[in-house]
C-alpha cells in the first residue's frame, strides 16, 4: 500500500509569493492534516480535513489555507509569503477511527527567500 | 489545552546500551492517547508506539517499551539494546481519543544518537 505523498519535496519561493502544497494520503484514509515543523517553534498543528471539510485547525494566520478533495487528496496554500514561513510542511493521514495513529509524508520543505 | 514537554533536546549512548527518553504532559483530560514517533535524517516521520491512557498496562513494540504513569503525566520511552538506526528525532506527542479531533500535540523533540 503506497505511504503519504508529498509533492513537491523541495521548492523555493520569494517574499510576497504564494505557494500550493499537495498531499494525497493513504488509500482508505479519510482525515488529512497538515503540520508546520521549524527548529525554532517545533511541530506546529496547522489543520486537519475530513470528508472535504475542516475539523480542526490551530493558531496560524488566514494566510495559511487549505481545502480537500472528494478523492481525500488535500491541499494548503501560503499567501503573500514571509521569510518566517520557511519551515518543513508535513502532512498526514489517518483512517476514521479513534486510535489517533497519524501516517507522515516526507514533507515539503519550502525556503523563502 | 494540552502541553508536551520534552527536557532532553539531545542524547547519545553507545550501540547495544539501553536510553530512556523523557516526556511529561499536561492535560485536563481523562481519556487520551500517547505516542512516541521517530522522524529519522531527511526521512518521514513514523509511528515507534502507542499507549492508550485508560489501559494500566505498559505498551511494549520488540525493543521499544515505555514507562506510563498517569498520575505524575510522565510517559518515558525506553530503547533496549540500541541500534545505529535509532538515530532520529523522537517526539512524544499527545492525542485526544476522541474522533474528529485528529490533532497532535507534539513535544519539542529529542535527538538521539546511537554511537558505534
Not at chain 2, 505498559?58 to 510522565?74: D, P
Amino acid at each position: 500500500k503506497a505511504g503519504v505523498t508529498q509533492t513537491p519535496r523541495y521548492l523555493i519561493k520569494t517574499r510576497g509569493q504564494q505557494v500550493t502544497l499537495s498531499c494525497s494520503p493513504i488509500s482508505g484514509h479519510r482525515s488529512v492534516s497538515w503540520y508546520q515543523q521549524t527548529p525554532g517553534q517545533g511541530l506546529q498543528f496547522l489543520f486537519e480535513y475530513f470528508s472535504e471539510t475542516q475539523r480542526n485547525k490551530g493558531n496560524f494566520p488566514g494566510r495559511f489555507s487549505g481545502r480537500q478533495f472528494s478523492n481525500s487528496r488535500s491541499e494548503m496554500n501560503v499567501s503573500t509569503l514571509e521569510l518566517g514561513d520557511s519551515a518543513l510542511y508535513l502532512c498526514a493521514s489517518s483512517l476514521p477511527d479513534t486510535t489517533g495513529e497519524l501516517f507522515f509524508g516526507e514533507g515539503s520543505r519550502l525556503t523563502v527567500l | 489545552a494540552q502541553t508536551v514537554t520534552q527536557s532532553q533536546p539531545e542524547m547519545s549512548v553507545q550501540e547495544a546500551e539501553t536510553v530512556t527518553l523523557s516526556c511529561t504532559y499536561d492535560t485536563s483530560e481523562s481519556n487520551y492517547y500517547l505516542f512516541w514517533y521517530k522522524q529519522p535524517p531527511s526521512r518521514q516521520m513514523i509511528l515507534v508506539i502507542r499507549q492508550e491512557a485508560y489501559k494500566q498496562q505498559n505498551a511494549t513494540e520488540n525493543r521499544f517499551s515505555v514507562n506510563f504513569q498517569k498520575a505524575a503525566k510522565s510517559f518515558s520511552l525506553k530503547i533496549s539494546d540500541s541500534q545505529l538506526g535509532d538515530t532520529a528525532m523522537y517526539f512524544c506527542a499527545f492525542n485526544m481519543n476522541n474522533f474528529g479531533n485528529e490533532k497532535l500535540t507534539f513535544g519539542t523533540g529529542t535527538r538521539l544518537t546511537i554511537i558505534p
